[in-house]
């Protein structure tokens, strides 16, 4: 619902805040006071087209910010999430034009496209007028429409979702058919890299084991090289020159040799012979380590060989090591699809026909069903027509096949709402057939019977009773007042019978202030709307006749 409509320096007006509440809204005043200024405004701020002339003289800019209050799940909040802005309860419209025709639109105060404007702003707002028409007039709506009347949302739903499964049948088929397709063209390498890499066969972890494995054996050789360099030192080359233990063993026979007594030379004598044996056992000791844990020149040649085979595999591949035995897998089960390829197609190609055989069915359901509701709607519509003077013409809802390039989840159809205002008239496209006045009438009457399932909560009909009055006056004015039990209304309306019907009435003026133009717009009280239709039905000298059929009008909507 719209709620409210701040306007600053547009054309005429310099500051007005309009508020608008649930209902049938009537907007009045004299030719040339601004209404349509007050239209042209809101288009402003739905995304219409911005021009310099627009902006009020001598202003540097304009701006128009309509304020919305969209029910719970309205498409609006969808548009919002696909393009990053998160929902708000209020939504807020806003467009600013400057003096040279540039543009800038804003949604939440968040700046965006003028595009995104325009798409928010198609689902909030419908105007029908004398000579814009979006929502009704737009054919692309036809079919949503006529399933809300019909109330064909299972069979809807139930044609989307065999859509739905037929695409994935459709996408699993030619997924196969493209991989067999890319098998058959590499088939050669394919074996080839499959044999290599089954020859190889990765296992998972073990770049890690032989990492460490290799490592290990590297420390081996060189704790091997340390433990014989002590042998050495212990057991020198030059055999010319003396051992330690032969060292130890000359220093003690010269001491036993000393004559006595000798007392004094015991304890050097002992200390020679304990390092004698510390050295023996260091010689064994040093002996052991190097039998048990010597290197293993064989093991490690292997072990970087595996290592090395490895990554040399990984590199050629590029993949990483860790991922050459899941990438083996995924050449193996190519080439099992290219050995089985035929098989699993076949079968594929017979889900993808049972799948478009349930689409065809759901399909053509809802194509009966449409039928039918489209049977009622031009029926319901006829009985709306003759009351708003469009005794001859006829609603014709056509309902033709697509291609089937053309079909998706919401079937197979084209709906279009067609036209003919004159007896052994071709019926066409309700925007080219009918006047301004004509048309206005019938996007009237099919909103009567369409309000239901309209998805934009407001509605905008400028002069839509322009040329006719009397009985005809009021069957539009209590046309408007029954759409307006379950969808917002405004009306900019010169006729007396549909303004007495709004729940709130504006009146629209012109003064001037200061030497300059300017419009202004007031909310009418009841009083004052008896003197404002009044004055619409008398002229410019209001009578009380006049005031008395005003205040039969108002009794009458009451």
Request: a negative charge.
């Amino acid at each position: 619902m719209l709620a409210s409509l701040a306007i600053r320096d547009v054309v005429l007006i310099e500051r007005l805040d309009l508020a608008f509440g649930a209902g049938l809204t009537a907007l009045t005043g004299e030719t040339g006071a601004g209404k349509s200024i007050l239209l042209d405004s809101l288009g402003l701020a739905l995304g219409g087209r911005a021009e310099s002339g627009m902006v009020r003289a001598g202003q540097p800019q304009a701006s128009v910010a309509a304020a919305f209050h969209p029910p719970s799940g309205h498409p609006a909040f969808d548009i919002l999430r696909e393009q990053g802005i998160e929902p708000e309860e209020d939504l807020v419209l806003r467009r600013v034009v400057q003096a040279d025709g540039r543009s800038r639109a804003f949604v939440n105060d968040q700046p965006v496209g003028v595009a995104l404007l325009r798409r928010l702003g198609a689902t909030l707002v419908e105007v029908q007028g004398q000579h814009d028409q979006v929502g009704l007039a737009d054919p692309s709506s036809h079919g949503a429409l006529l399933d809300a009347f019909g109330v064909l949302e299972p069979r809807r739903a139930a044609t989307a979702e065999s859509w739905g499964a037929w695409r994935t049948a459709t996408k699993r088929l030619v997924e196969a058919r493209e991989a067999i397709a890319a098998a058959q063209r590499e088939e050669e390498w394919l074996r080839h890299a499959v044999a290599e890499l089954r020859d190889l066969n990765p296992e998972e972890g073990e770049e890690d084991r032989l990492a460490a494995e290799r490592q290990r054996l590297q420390q081996g050789e060189r704790r091997a090289e340390a433990i014989a360099a002590a042998i050495a030192e212990l057991t020198p080359r030059d055999r010319r020159a003396a051992t330690p233990a032969r060292a130890l063993r000359e220093a003690a026979r010269a001491l036993e040799r000393l004559p006595p007594p000798n007392d004094e030379a015991q304890p050097a004598i002992a200390a020679l012979a304990a390092a004698q044996d510390a050295l023996a056992e260091a010689e064994t000791a040093l002996q052991n380590l190097l039998h048990e844990g010597g290197p293993d020149p064989r093991r490690l040649e292997q072990t970087e060989e595996r290592l090395f085979a490895l990554r040399a595999a990984a590199r050629k591949h590029s993949v990483a090591v860790v991922d050459l035995a899941e990438f083996a897998a995924g050449l193996r089960a190519r080439l099992e699809a290219l050995d089985a390829g035929s098989g699993r197609v076949a079968a594929l190609e017979r889900d993808e026909a049972a799948a478009r055989k349930a689409y065809l069915a759901a399909a053509a359901a809802l194509t009966d069903a449409r039928r039918d509701a489209a049977a009622r709607l031009e029926k319901a519509a006829a009985k709306e027509l003759p009351p708003l003077k469009l005794d001859r013409a006829r609603l014709v809802i056509d309902i033709a096949a697509k291609d089937e390039a053309g079909w998706g989840p919401d079937g197979q159809d084209r709906v279009a709402f067609l036209v003919s205002t004159n007896p052994g008239q071709t019926p066409g496209a309700l925007a080219k057939i009918a006047s301004g006045g004509e048309l206005s009438r019938l996007m009237l009457a099919l909103k009567v019977v369409l309000a239901r399932g309209s998805p934009v909560p407001t509605l905008v009909f400028d002069e839509v009773d322009s040329g006719i009055g009397g009985a005809t006056a009021a069957a539009v004015g209590e046309r408007l007042a029954r759409v307006a039990e379950r969808l917002q209304v405004l009306v900019v309306t010169h006729s007396p019978q549909v303004a007495a019907r709004g729940a709130a009435h504006l009146r629209v003026a012109k003064q001037v202030k200061g030497g300059r133009a300017e419009t202004r717009v007031e909310t009418l009280p009841d009083s004052e709307r008896r003197e404002e239709l009044a004055r619409m039905l008398a002229g410019e000298r209001v009578t009380d006749a006049a005031r008395a059929a005003a205040e039969s009008l108002l009794a009458d909507a009451r």
